[in-house]
């Protein structure tokens, strides 16, 4: 997230500091988790075109309408010889990018290749979905459509998985989930708030987003403007279920620190994989297959 980080080292340790000895761990008041809500029953109206069929797998494309009456563009993989119903993983993209940026594509063929169907969706204003060219800025700028667009994406997965629902083919027991910087963020979220999930695997994300507001992290105003779509307000609603976090230890976009105390934050089990990379030469060639090891002991239950 590139306009995410924007403040200083010093800045982020200050407000850290002093949120630290002088909030605590108080909780947000507000009911964050209920604003997902949604009418399930809602029609999906979607649509399914095959786009390409080979000897290794099928895909599709699709749309479907999500909450807000928004229409979300994605593609499904499905690998040819998987035993039906296959296990599913949401894969998602970052900032700025789609559905088939490069690592994203190469997430996909890692995951099709171990045996996985592979859901991926544009988030709001991405790839197919790009209407407005409004700079991402919780800051300054368009931070309300900013905040609204991370929102908007957490109920287009939960809708993704009302999709999957309607899949013989897929296993809607087995739904995992990798996201991946941006889409690591909103998919903490969602997988706090989407029980559905039962295998999340959050990479170069973090938490505390107010720390980024440096003289203003500790105001109410601030921590309410966040509360919905802040990780640190739901990381923990994700246990039982088994949670994997790989990050970069030089991160230059997201801190390291946020990403240390998103893990604290979280319950048991638990685990974090530190890469001595910054965030955009994070190896995905290794990322990739702990990713595909977390979802094989803990999705598919079995060893790798």
């Not at 296993?171 to 910087?181: E, L, P, T, V």
């Not at 889409?183 to 987003?209: E, H, N, Y």
Request: net charge positive; proline share 5%.
């Amino acid at each position: 997230m590139k306009k995410v980080a924007c403040y200083s080292l010093c800045g982020l340790l200050l407000a850290f500091i002093i949120y630290h000895f002088i909030a605590g761990s108080r909780e947000v008041c507000l009911p964050v988790s209920k604003y997902y809500n949604y009418d399930h029953d809602l029609p999906l109206l979607d649509s399914v075109r095959q786009i390409k069929d080979t000897t290794d797998y099928d895909l599709y494309y699709l749309t479907y309408r999500s909450a807000h009456n928004q229409w979300v563009t994605g593609l499904l993989s499905e690998p040819e010889n998987a035993k039906r119903p296959m296990p599913v993983v949401i894969l998602m993209h970052g900032l700025g990018d789609s559905k088939t940026v490069d690592y994203i594509e190469a997430g996909n063929k890692y995951l099709l290749d171990a045996g996985y169907a592979v859901l991926r969706i544009d988030i709001c204003n991405h790839g197919d979905r790009h209407k407005y060219d409004y700079d991402f800025d919780l800051i300054n700028g368009y931070r309300y459509w900013t905040r609204d667009m991370v929102a908007q994406t957490v109920f287009d997965l939960r809708r993704a998985v009302d999709f999957i629902e309607t899949r013989k083919e897929l296993n809607a027991d087995k739904i995992g989930y990798m996201g991946i910087s941006l889409g690591g963020i909103i998919g903490t979220v969602f997988c706090g708030v989407d029980q559905r999930i039962k295998v999340p695997v959050i990479v170069l994300a973090g938490g505390q987003l107010n720390l980024m507001f440096g003289k203003k992290a500790l105001s109410k105003e601030t921590r309410d403007f966040l509360s919905f779509i802040d990780p640190i307000n739901y990381v923990r609603a994700i246990s039982p279920r088994p949670l994997l976090m790989i990050n970069a230890s030089h991160d230059d976009v997201v801190p390291p620190v946020t990403s240390k105390l998103l893990y604290k934050k979280a319950k048991q089990p638990k685990k974090i994989i530190w890469y001595p990379a910054r965030h955009h030469t994070l190896p995905i060639d290794k990322a990739y297959p702990d990713g595909i090891r977390w979802f094989d002991k803990y999705l598919r239950n079995e060893e790798r």
